[in-house]
């Protein structure tokens, strides 16, 4: 934040919002797990929130009709790897159990089931071979986390990886049926869904990319890669202006100043070289998310441009951090506060 005048008891409210994947950014409402989708929603059922009905269940044998496939095998996919996808199939057809299939193999990180996750996709409904959602229509990718959508393309990309195209058949159960369909969208309680899926980034487990050369006269950063220590040079005086050193250059997308970064970081204060904060530990790392324009002023400076992957170290004047001192976590004023900054994703910010 720009604003220096708050005091010290708000200023780490106001300035160090840190969340575990703070919101729903981006993910299309089709995909919402029950319970997350917004009854006011133009593309979502009225009914998105509430669990099936039994009325709701007697429905789904109706509607479940075709051929029962036991593989994914005779549907047909045209297309490669970020190219949209036709979908083709004997429609109807339906499965009993959620399955999935890479049709192009990629070579990136592994994704988990509550992976962060950025995505084109083509979504199908095997009762009638309509296409009820496409990214590559919308001209832009899909980001969200894979436990905040429906529990199928969930299981569907677990385990897959970045550069993965991945065909998807999803059963009602681990579709839409518990939120009674999804009425827009044509999509009726027993529909067996087919995603085409193709995997495009996800959060880094650590920094990647060309180390590079500091400056002389920083601090210096030691230690491993998930346990860095930071040594404050000795009777040197605090620069006084802001000190951007990348340390890995990534080769991830930029850091946009509207964007929400996920990174790992440790903060320490100049003059005592005591660590403030750290989400290093030894190697268990816990990950922090927040809207860069709600961090301090020094952190949306420094960080904008920088790519997924880098690591960065902040040298940041009191005038872009805490002027007025800090309670929680204790830092005095007129601090200057050392960052190493490891930028793991980053996506645009949405309005909850």
């Not at 575990?20 to 917004?38: D, N």
């Not at 709600?294 to 904008?304: A, M, T």
């Not at 001192?325 to 645009?348: C, E, H, K, Q, W």
Request: charged share 10%; with cysteine.
């Amino acid at each position: 934040m720009t604003d220096h005048s708050d005091h010290a008891a708000s200023a780490s409210a106001s300035r160090h919002r840190w969340t575990r994947w703070a919101s729903l950014a981006l993910v299309p409402i089709l995909l919402l797990a029950a319970g997350c989708s917004k009854s006011g929603a133009s593309a979502s059922p009225s009914s998105a929130s509430a669990p099936a009905s039994q009325s709701a269940t007697s429905t789904a044998s109706a509607s479940s009709s075709g051929k029962l496939l036991t593989s994914l095998d005779s549907v047909q996919v045209s297309g490669g790897y970020g190219q949209e996808a036709t979908v083709t199939a004997d429609w109807p057809v339906q499965v009993n159990e959620t399955m999935s299939k890479v049709l192009v193999q990629g070579n990136g990180q592994a994704v988990g089931s509550t992976s962060y996750v950025e995505v084109n996709y083509v979504g199908v409904d095997a009762r009638t071979g309509q296409t009820f959602d496409n990214s590559y229509t919308k001209g832009a990718t899909a980001t969200f986390g894979l436990s905040q959508v429906v529990p199928g393309f969930q299981k569907g990309l677990d385990g897959k990886h970045i550069g993965d195209r991945v065909l998807i058949g999803v059963t009602g159960k681990d579709g839409y049926d518990a939120m009674g369909g999804a009425s827009a969208a044509g999509i009726e309680v027993g529909d067996t869904l087919f995603f085409v899926v193709d995997l495009v980034s996800t959060q880094l487990n650590q920094p990647s990319g060309e180390a590079v050369t500091p400056a002389a006269g920083l601090p210096t950063v030691s230690g491993d890669i998930n346990n860095p220590s930071i040594t404050i040079p000795s009777g040197v005086a605090a620069p006084s202006d802001l000190v951007v050193q990348p340390l890995i250059k990534g080769t991830g997308k930029q850091v946009a100043a509207t964007d929400t970064v996920t990174v790992n970081f440790i903060s320490m204060s100049w003059g005592d070289s005591r660590v403030v904060q750290s989400t290093y530990s030894n190697g268990s790392n816990s990950p922090q998310t927040g809207a860069l324009s709600g961090l301090v002023e020094g952190w949306q400076k420094g960080l904008v441009g920088q790519p997924v992957g880098s690591r960065v170290l902040l040298v940041v004047p009191p005038s872009q951090a805490y002027p007025d001192g800090n309670t929680n976590p204790s830092i005095a004023p007129n601090t200057t506060m050392v960052y190493v900054v490891d930028i793991l994703f980053t996506r645009a910010t949405t309005a909850s």
